[in-house]
């Protein structure tokens, strides 16, 4: 036994560089593998949950078909980057005369997320006639990019919010 031990020594020895260049490589593969899984993981449980306030101007709206239920926020809930969210609704017009709608997304908070996030809707453009009721479905989505996870990270972005203002134009 002791022989071997001697053996073995002897090899170390006589291959100092190998030994060391092979322990450098295992330290420093541990050490990217580590810190990848890391990273990775953080992007993985990466999200933020939101609200959005509806300012309704010439219309008003309504969670349901009969408008009954009126509504003046929309629970986004947990937004992933790379994902998008609806939220459909119906929007009944309260103006006197035909008008067209018109979408605006103001005061998100924090004020940099809106140079990542986007608003869209359902919306065609059809003039819509005194007490016409419209379904309408609005889309909140956020890109997958290096940019918008680094800025949420950067910033630690827990939450955001918005309004959303739908006004009639005539």
């Known amino acids: 036994m002791m022989n071997q031990f001697h053996s073995f020594i002897a090899f170390l020895r006589s291959s100092k560089k190998t030994v060391l260049l092979t322990v450098i490589v295992a330290i420093a593969s541990i050490t990217v593998t580590t810190t990848i899984s890391i990273l990775l993981s953080n992007i993985d449980n990466l999200y933020v949950p939101s609200l959005g306030t509806i300012k309704a101007i010439g219309v008003e709206a309504y969670w349901d078909p009969n408008c009954e239920n009126e509504t003046e926020i929309i629970d986004w809930g947990t937004i992933w980057p790379g994902s998008s969210k609806n939220a459909t609704f119906y929007l009944q017009s309260v103006s006197n005369f035909e008008a067209t709608l018109n979408l605006n997304a103001t005061n998100w908070n924090p004020a940099n997320i809106s140079d990542y996030m986007s608003l869209s809707w359902s919306y065609n453009g059809t003039p819509l006639n005194p007490g016409e009721i419209i ?36």
């Not at 609005?138 to 950067?154: G, K, N």
């Not at 955001?160 to 009639?168: G, K």
């Open 135 to 170: 379904q309408v479905t609005l889309t909140l989505s956020a890109p997958f990019s290096d940019s918008f996870i680094r800025y949420l990270i950067v910033n630690d972005v827990k939450n955001f919010s918005f309004d959303i203002i739908i006004a009639v134009s005539g």
